[in-house]
């Protein structure tokens, strides 16, 4: 069974554009969950997307935000890019999500660097 | 508020050794933890969970203990080995959701 893919792997903006990442869960899985690593903040959920719905949210301006496609697969963008938006942004998917303890898998991450 | 701490950046062993990594949390909420490993520039691959009902869960050479009382666990790796080494992080999470709190990682190295 495939992982979670996703695209692209590396990217280069400057100050002020935006950006859209994606995300393909694995095959079946519905939830997916998207977190921001730095050095120096190490690894910060961003949201949760379950059945096209956002269910949480972290703590993060506005310029995030995202979104679940009716077949799982998740798009998150970026607006008026900053400085410090560079980092890895990491994709999470699992089985489901009500009520459950499922173990989320990790995609390779999109690298961002922004000029 | 760092809710969940890893207050260990960095573990050195002898490879054979006994590899433990400590994870503190202060949510009492919390009620699955999990284990991940992370090479540089790749998603954190899962290692091992354990649910709040459970004190102990063990996988091969890892093994996982939950002390509820103290807010602590606590990863075990026997015997350790070179391919051990990478920065391993503690996550937490609330039932009814997917939510993962991240400890901020501890450096592990394994040496021959």
């Known amino acids: 069974k495939a992982g979670v893919t996703q695209t692209p792997r590396y990217l280069i903006k400057t100050r002020g554009q935006q950006v859209t990442l994606s995300c393909s869960p694995i095959s079946g899985h519905r939830s997916v969950s998207w977190y921001q690593q730095t050095p120096g903040q190490g690894l910060q959920f961003l949201f949760e997307?379950?059945?096209?719905?956002?269910?949480n949210k972290g703590n993060f301006p506005g310029r995030f935000s995202g979104r679940q496609f009716s077949n799982s697969r998740s798009e998150m963008n970026v607006s008026t890019l900053e400085l410090g938006d560079s980092a890895l942004y990491l994709c999470?998917?699992?089985?489901?999500?009500?009520?459950?303890?499922?173990?989320?898998?990790f995609g390779p991450g999109t690298r961002l660097t922004v000029l | 508020d760092q809710q969940v701490k890893q207050n260990s950046p960095s573990l050195s062993v002898q490879e054979g050794r006994i590899s433990i990594l400590n994870c503190d949390y202060t949510n009492s909420m919390f009620d699955y933890f999990l284990w991940y490993k992370k090479y540089p520039a790749e998603g954190p691959t899962f290692l091992i969970s354990?649910?709040?009902?459970?004190d102990k869960n063990e996988d091969g050479r890892f093994t996982v203990f939950l002390n509820k009382s103290a807010k602590h666990l606590s990863l075990h790796i026997v015997p350790s080995q070179p391919g051990d080494s990478a920065v391993y992080f503690c996550?937490?999470?609330?039932?009814?959701?997917?939510?993962?709190?991240f400890g901020t990682g501890t450096r592990l190295q394994v040496f021959p």
């Open positions: 997307y379950f059945s096209e719905t956002q269910r």
């Open positions: 354990i649910s709040s009902i459970k």
């Open positions: 996550a937490a999470s609330r039932q009814n959701t997917d939510k993962l709190i």
């Open positions: 999470a998917s699992s089985l489901v999500a009500s009520g459950s303890t499922d173990t989320q898998y």
